[in-house]
């Protein structure tokens, strides 16, 4: 008798334990939160692995292709440097040293600059000449002309005909206002390219009238202006050694360019 309570009673408890289970599956679902939570804490190991790997592994390509990007560039540049060399060095540069007879303008070649600066005193005037270094060569193109029978003759006329010095002259006297002029230097001719009148700095209106075109000015008053460049300084027998000069200091500057820029590349 006590041994059928006893089976009774374990088949009771056995029975109450299976109904709690159906009726409350925390402890199931605990479970399987828990074996969730760790085939995706796997899989994330494994993402973060591949992860990691793929951005160090794009990390090092980076840094080899920038590397090797560097390195082409500075081999380009130190060819360059090489040509810009060999070019310069045939050049005579005495005529730097040596002045055409009576230039009258004190050079002022400040490195690093793409201007030369002339400047003289006048009488009471000051006097200065923006050359530009990196324009000394007429760009617009020629009309085209019967073919001469001298071959030579063409081809002094041509490299004559491309020499062009572009400058700024500005006159000014004590009281600070100045006349400028935009002048283009042929080896035959002063081309006048605009004429204005500048206040002294600060009083500048852009709204002031700065009268006409020079090609509109009556023919006098053009070959007026014409003489009184001329007396200043301003003539076309400088031309040749303006441009030999500008040129020079182009070549300079482009090589102390290049070498600015090697430099940069390799720090």
């Known amino acids: 008798m006590a041994l059928s309570t006893v089976f009774r009673r374990a088949s009771s408890t056995v029975s109450n334990l299976a109904f709690r289970a159906g009726r409350s599956p925390v402890s199931f679902r605990s479970g399987a939160v828990s074996v969730e939570r760790l085939i995706r804490g796997s899989h994330q190991i494994r993402r973060g692995s591949v992860s990691s790997f793929s951005v160090s592994s794009f990390s090092t390509e980076s840094a080899i292709s920038k590397t090797t990007a560097d390195e082409n560039l500075v081999s380009v540049i130190e060819s360059e440097i090489e040509c810009a060399v060999a070019e310069e060095a045939p050049h005579d540069t005495d005529f730097l040293e040596d002045k055409p007879e009576g230039f009258p303008f004190e050079i002022i070649d400040n490195s690093g600059e793409r201007t030369v600066l002339l400047t003289r005193k006048f009488e009471d005037e000051t006097i200065q000449v923006e050359v530009d270094s990196v324009a000394s060569y007429d760009d617009e193109d020629e009309e085209e002309e019967a073919e001469p029978n001298n071959e030579e003759d063409d081809e002094d006329q041509e490299s004559s005909g491309k020499v062009r010095v572009p400058m700024v002259v500005s006159v000014q006297k004590g009281d ?89 590349v390799e720090k």
């Open 176 to 264: 600070g206002v100045c006349l400028e002029f935009g002048v283009s230097a042929y080896p035959d001719e002063i081309v006048f390219d605009s004429l204005s009148i500048k206040q002294p700095q600060g009083s500048d209106n852009d709204l002031a009238y700065e009268g006409p075109d020079f090609d509109d000015l009556d023919e006098n008053l053009q070959k007026a202006f014409h003489r009184y460049l001329e007396i200043r300084g301003i003539k076309p027998s400088f031309t040749t050694f303006l441009a030999d000069y500008v040129a020079n200091k182009d070549s300079r500057e482009y090589l102390q360019w290049l070498k600015d820029l090697k430099s940069f």
